[in-house]
């Protein structure tokens, strides 16, 4: 296949579009709001013994008086949780599933040449799951966190096969060009459907529930896209039976290849910490704002979207920009200088109270968050060797991403069960960011292969 192919890379990029709104809408946005807002409703009635037919403008005025940083408990299976603890424990099950998954099939995927199959299943899944989410109910929470669970697989695991298509469609030399395009237009894509639904819900007053439809309808429909240009089978891999089996010894074979290697594992350890980092922020931003943030009168759902806003745009803008500084410095360097940064935007949200201050520290999360995600992506595809075999080593990449996740987020849950208060989850959260610092000057800057003893 030819490389570089502007028909083929704009149907890449076009799938940042399609699945972004996941990211924005169901992890960071409108779910953890409309979660936080049934949970609190659920405390509510219980503590007050009100029935069912209580009207929900009454609801929303008892909720509203909810004092900052109230304990609000969720029944699991019989198990007490807080509501936030509850969110973080399931999606870090659903990153060790990811994690546990996502190597197996890409052996399977690069033995026989079906990424663009994979893509699509866990597209769908990860699609029609958020659809579900309409239905979710905390009389029923355990089936509502079902839907949860699977459209975190079904989004993580996609990405693992669309990674892995970049070093086969574009040269070395614009990996991060195209990396940061990918992430720029799923800002904006996004942004566009979370603005939608934002008149949707406070214009129109519609129901919440049906934002979760259209992420999973928008999510399908643009994927289609990328579908119809993406090639199939680039290598013309004939699979044999036992496709299972064959597919776990590719990757056993990929594996050996992959320890030889001394730059690239050096950088994957260092990204195992800054990421692990980066994602446990993502995921746990909007429900620490709307717990700590002193939000004035009923205006947090509405401050905290706007906020969010503010991070994509100033995401799509930080992606660009650090796309132009590693051009100038070095993918490296340029990963160092935000990885400091983030550290610092760590200590500043412990002291963080009011809104303007949380728009501050929004926009430095903004600036920095595109742009450490679009370059650690395109870094890890320049320092891959010569392969077939991409979907086997994205996979170490995503499994090294997830497993950092779990570790984030469960210590993010357990920080805040230990210590009562979510600000020291944050803070904590600096620690992976100064190990992840460390390796990154650690990295060399050629590659040096190792030889293995038998």
Known sequence: MEKGNKKIIRGWVFYDWANSVYNLVISSAVFPLFYDFKTKAAYIKAENHLSDNVSSETIQTLVKEIPEGTYIPVNFFGWEFSSSVLYSFVLSLSFLVVSFLSPLLSGVADYSGSKKKFLRFFCYLGAFSCMSLYFFDTDHIELGFLSVFLASIGFWNSLVFYNAFLPEIAEVKDHDKISSRGFTMGYFGSMLLLILCLIWMKVFNYPTAWCFVFVGVWWIGFSQITYRVLPNNVYNKKPEKGILWRGFKELKLVFKDFRKTKRL??????????????????????????????????????????????????????????????????????????????????????????????????????????????????????????????????????????????????????????????????????????IGLIMLFLVPKNEVEIELKD
């Open 265 to 434: 594992k050096k950088y994957l350890y260092a990204f195992f910490f800054f990421n692990t980092g980066v994602q446990t922020v993502m995921l746990m931003a909007t429900i620490f704002a709307n717990k700590e943030i002193a939000w004035p009168d009923d205006s947090g759902t509405t401050g905290l979207i706007i906020a969010i806003l503010l991070i994509q745009i100033l995401g799509a803008t930080g992606a660009f920009i650090m796309s132009k500084v590693s051009a100038k410095i070095g993918n490296i360097k340029t990963l160092i200088i935000s990885v400091s940064i983030w550290i610092l935007i760590c200590l500043a949200a412990f002291i963080v109270e009011t809104p303007v201050e949380f728009y501050i520290l929004a926009s430095s999360v903004g600036l920095v968050m595109g742009g450490v995600q679009a370059i650690a992506r395109s870094t890890y595809s320049k320092f891959l060797p010569e392969t077939t075999d991409h979907a086997s080593y994205f996979s170490f990449y995503d499994a090294t991403e997830k497993i950092g996740i779990v570790l984030g987020t469960l210590f993010f849950g357990m920080v805040e069960m230990l210590t009562g208060s979510i600000r020291y989850s944050v803070i904590s959260v600096a620690l992976f960011f100064i």
